[in-house]
């Protein structure tokens, strides 16, 4: 079946360590994107990218790095510059650009200790 | 700057009841996409149903339907005959459909739904 899958699941992290949350998709979908959603907030935008080998900043862009070497996976590094990186994070993806529909993962929850 | 408002953080309904939530937008544009995406608590997100402003008919889907008030700038949600399953968080979410916005979503703050057996 395709989709996305994102691991780990849950990872706890002492702080000034960075970590990297995967996100691979089998969809063949040019666009990925990774959000931020904290509670009572609606999802805010990290990092996307349209297409291989480029990726754009969003909202919230500030401690968080990305790389896109290959269409099927948008990799996200959250670093010691996040000053508040406790959060679940979202992995998305679209055919396009211009999203009709974006195609989540199941979440990466990520607890600083 | 666009916005996305979901004034109810939080809504019950008796199983098999309808049950509507509320969404309004604030935009410039004439051309637009509106979306209602659920969210069970497995977490993976979903869309629901997707609403295209040019079209004056509101989107349906089974269970789902919107009342779209275009001028109102207006996007409820209308579940009918609410299942255990319905249970989740359901956001709205706005897309401008004009290059310079990159075609990302402006989402609301999410309206968690409860369903009473």
């Known amino acids: 079946d395709g989709g996305i899958t994102q691991s780990p699941k849950y990872l706890f992290r002492k702080e000034g360590q960075n970590v990297t949350l995967s996100c691979e998709q089998n969809?063949?979908?040019?666009?990925m994107y990774w959000y931020r959603q904290d509670p009572g907030q609606g999802l805010r935008l990290i990092y996307y990218?349209?297409?291989?080998?480029?990726?754009q900043k969003g909202d919230i862009a500030e401690g968080y790095s990305v790389s896109r070497e290959k269409k099927e996976s948008f990799p996200l590094t959250v670093t010691s510059a996040q000053k508040n990186p406790t959060a679940f994070y979202l992995c998305?993806?679209?055919?396009?650009?211009?999203?009709?529909?974006?195609?989540f993962g199941e979440g990466s929850r990520l607890t600083v200790l | 700057a666009q916005t996305v408002t979901q004034s109810q953080p939080e809504m019950s309904v008796q199983e098999a009841e309808t049950v509507t939530l509320s969404c309004t937008y604030d935009t410039s544009e004439s051309d637009y996409y509106l979306f209602w995406y659920k969210q069970p608590p497995s977490r993976q997100m979903i869309l629901v149903i997707r609403?295209?402003?040019?079209k004056q008919q509101n989107a349906t889907e089974n269970r789902f339907s919107v009342n779209f008030q275009k001028a109102a700038k207006s996007f409820s949600l209308k579940i009918s005959d609410s299942q255990l399953g319905d249970a989740a968080m359901y956001f709205c979410a706005y897309r401008a459909t004009y290059i310079l916005s990159n075609y990302q979503l402006i989402w609301g703050a999410g309206t968690k739904l409860i369903i009473k057996p």
């Open positions: 990218s349209q297409i291989v080998n480029d990726f």
């Open positions: 998305a993806s679209s055919r396009d650009r211009a999203p009709g529909e974006l195609f």
């Open positions: 609403q295209e402003a040019y």
């Open positions: 969809l063949n979908h040019d666009a």
